[in-house]
Structures are given as C-alpha cells and as structure tokens.
C-alpha cells in the first residue's frame, strides 16, 4: 500500500521544461482520478520516448482495464455517451488504450517538445463515472526524457485500508481506556 496526495500544480521542472499544466477536475458524484505524481523518464530505459500513466486505487493498488486517453491533433475522434456523468476536455479526439495488469499504459511521444512550446499531448482518464485530472503539454524532452504520471482513483465513501485501520484502532483505544 502506498499513500498519495493529490497534485494541486506540476513539479517546477516539469512546467519549466514541458511548459506543461494540470487543470484539477471537479469530482463527479461517483469520484475522480486525481494526479498524485508526476516525475520525468529516464532517457536511457524502456520509459524513454514515452508519456507513461499508472493507475492506482486508493491503496495504491495497480488498476488494470482503465481507460486512458492521449489526446492530440492527428488522433482518432471519439464520441461522449450518455452515460457520461462528465465533461472531457475538447477536442475529443484521442488514442484510448486501458491500463494493462501492471496498471500501467504508456504511449510513444514521436516528436520532441520544442524550446518555448508545450507538448503536443493531453492526458486523462476516460471513464464515464468519475471525472479526472488533465494534464496538458505532455510529450517528450529533445534528450528523450518523457513523462511518467499516477493518477489515483479516489471514489466516494472508500477509505484506505490504513485509514481504516487508523480508526479502528482509534475505537479500540477509546474502549480500552473506558
């Protein structure tokens, strides 16, 4: 298990190097996917060239099977259903893979960000009851450095499971003490 708190801005470097943002998303009446980490590849490993997105539960817990998008100008366009309970950022055009076992996907950033510009790449997760953080100005570095960020799931009356402990024992002290 692993405790996240949820980005409110992108580390410096990020938005100094990438020029890119997170736009926050309003949490739907189900939940959200909050970006909890954000952090560079490195150039020389299998992470280089790539934007890569984790997936977690509120336990830190791989989530496979969530859809992810990477939207950007020459993608596929896609249609929002009915049962959407948000709004995705527009165009609503991108290449959507879900996460696989490890839950993890990762999508190959062809071309470089370049100096004074951000990436060409927005990602978020496109699941129909929960909203999701956006991170726009994705891509990858002239050296190949790209972008691995973790977005958390965070649903509505679900606790950690050490947040639950948390207050189980809580109770327990106040018993024994009484």
């Not at 055009?93 to 996907?105: D, L, M, R, Y």
């Not at 510009?117 to 050296?143: K, R």
Request: no cysteine; net charge negative.
């Amino acid at each position: 298990m692993k405790t996240y708190e949820p980005l409110d801005v992108l580390p410096g470097d990020i938005q100094a190097n990438w020029r890119a943002s997170l736009q926050r998303a309003v949490a739907t009446e189900e939940g959200v996917f909050r970006l909890v980490n954000a952090r560079r590849t490195d150039p020389a490993s299998w992470e280089g060239q790539r934007i890569v997105v984790l997936v977690v539960d509120e336990d830190g817990t791989p989530i496979p099977g969530v859809k992810v998008a990477f939207s950007f100008s020459t993608a596929d366009w896609y249609t929002i259903a009915g049962d959407f309970q948000w709004l995705p950022p527009a165009p609503h055009q991108a290449f959507i893979v879900p996460t696989e076992g490890s839950g993890q996907i990762d999508h190959v950033q062809g071309s470089p960000v370049k100096p004074g510009q951000p990436g060409g790449v927005t990602v978020y997760i496109l699941e129909p009851e929960y909203s999701s953080d956006v991170v726009t100005g994705a891509g990858m570095l002239g050296d190949h450095t790209g972008l691995h960020l973790t977005f958390q799931l965070r649903r509505v009356g679900v606790f950690p499971v050490l947040e639950r402990l948390a207050r189980i024992e809580e109770q327990l002290a106040r018993l024994e003490g009484g």
